[in-house]
T-cell receptor, first 115, second 113 residues
Framework: GNSVTQMEGPVTLSEEAFLTINCTYT??????LFWYVQYPGEGLQLLLK?????DKGSNKGFEATYRKETTSFHLEKGSVQVSDSAVYFC??????????????FGKGTLLTVNP | DTAVSQTPKYLVTQMGNDKSIKCEQN?????MYWYKQDSKKFLKIMFS???????INETVPNRFSPKSPDKAHLNLHINSLELGDSAVYFC????????????FGQGTRLTVV
């Protein structure tokens, strides 16, 4: 089956620190990969995505590169801000068949950024 | 304008009651979903509909019955509520293509007492 594994949290950083949140996946088929962010008390927002190998998704200073050889999609940001404090979810979606209709999520990683 | 809106935002009810959560999207998407988020933030898909047709039912108890009157709406009705149903329920929509991300509603926090 399809699954997503994220690094366990919580992750606590100081402002302007470098962020990496690891994400690896297993998939039967060719997945698209996503990072979602959930701020406290809110729904999930799509942060970035990549639809094929070697694609790099980027948004708001965050980046992630689709690595087929290592089945990974690690999230990075060079300098985090307090406002980046949230839960981050890695997710995949298979590009064919009935699995088109399902996003599979990792367990989420809580990031806290201190001033 | 809110892209995916669900009501109510909070729902507190007693065990054994029946309740409904409504969801509407104005994005013109063909596919809608219900996800359940537990207290540890884990997200699990419950149902997926495409053009009003049920595509995915992830072994959800039959006390949960989704209804899609049209492709812009996907409501969730829950019968005989149990304590374990307490969670945040998210509605989402997307186009039915692998590369399309999903748009989520703000969530409904259901508390069963």
């Amino acid at each position: 089956g399809n699954s997503v594994t994220q690094m366990e949290g919580p992750v606590t950083l100081s402002e302007e620190a470098f962020l990496t949140i690891n994400c690896t996946y297993t998939a039967t088929g060719y997945p698209s990969l996503f990072w979602y962010v959930q701020y406290p008390g809110e729904g999930l927002q799509l942060l970035l995505k990549a639809t094929k190998a070697d694609d790099k998704g980027s948004n708001k200073g965050f980046e992630a590169t689709y690595r087929k050889e290592t089945t990974s999609f690690h999230l990075e940001k060079g300098s985090v801000q307090v406002s980046d404090s949230a839960v981050y979810f890695c997710a995949l979606r298979i590009n064919s068949g009935g699995s088109n209709y399902k996003l599979t999520f990792g367990k989420g990683t809580l990031l806290t950024v201190n001033p | 304008d809110t892209a995916v809106s669900q009501t109510p935002k909070y729902l507190v009810t007693q065990m054994g009651n029946d309740k409904s959560i409504k969801c509407e999207q104005n994005l013109g998407h063909d596919t809608m979903y219900w996800y359940k988020q537990d207290s540890k933030k884990f997200l699990k898909i419950m149902f997926s509909y495409n053009n009003k047709e049920l595509i995915i039912n992830e072994t959800v108890p039959n006390r949960f019955s989704p209804k899609s009157p049209d492709k812009a709406h996907l409501n969730l009705h829950i019968n005989s509520l149990e304590l374990g149903d307490s969670a945040v329920y998210f509605c989402a929509s997307s186009q039915p293509t692998g590369g399309a991300g999903a748009f989520f509603g703000q969530g409904t926090r259901l508390t069963v007492v």
